[in-house]
């Protein structure tokens, strides 16, 4: 099984991307998605061969309902930020979040939920990969908002990139 699905997270990714691109449910759409699923990670395992360790599950699905949660609440936090306060009263500033997951894609991962999250937006990474570069539209503590990032996400995704 491993052999014909070198990479099983890809292949649920992809027939979900083809599903959704095709709009509509079909048995041919779906066995088409799963020749795409079964074909491209075959292609590509060459070129991944140091593939991550996800862990699915339970930890995963916490991980993307709290993030999904987040970026309601964020969103509402932002147009309250914009339509009740001056941009003076705002304090915006860079945090430079010290990292402990260390593979390309937990770090990418972490990068894309701070970016999906309105009021802060991710960077860039460090060339070694331990620091991300985080701008904070308003921020009044920011060795809390940091603390807040680790413990909130990067903890979470320590367990998911094992």
Not at 8 to 14: E, R, W
Not at 18 to 41: D, H, K
């Amino acid at each position: 099984m491993k052999r014909l699905f070198p990479h099983p997270g890809l292949s649920v990714l992809l027939v979900a991307i083809w599903m959704l691109a095709l709009n509509g449910l079909s048995v041919g759409g779906f066995l088409l998605g799963l020749v795409f699923a079964t074909v491209i990670p075959l292609f590509t395992a060459p070129f991944w061969p140091d593939r991550p360790r996800i862990r699915f599950g339970r930890p995963l699905i916490a991980y993307v309902l709290l993030v999904v949660r987040d970026i309601a609440v964020a969103n509402f936090q932002v147009a309250w930020l914009i339509l009740f306060r001056r941009n003076r009263d705002l304090a915006s500033c860079w945090l430079s979040i010290p990292l402990e997951v260390r593979s390309a894609e937990a770090i990418t991962v972490l990068a894309g939920t701070i970016s999906l999250t309105p009021g802060t937006v991710s960077a860039d990474v460090s060339t070694d990969g331990r620091w991300l570069l985080v701008h904070a539209l308003d921020a009044r503590d920011p060795e809390a908002e940091i603390a807040r990032i680790k413990t909130r996400y990067e903890r979470r995704l320590l367990e998911i990139f094992r």
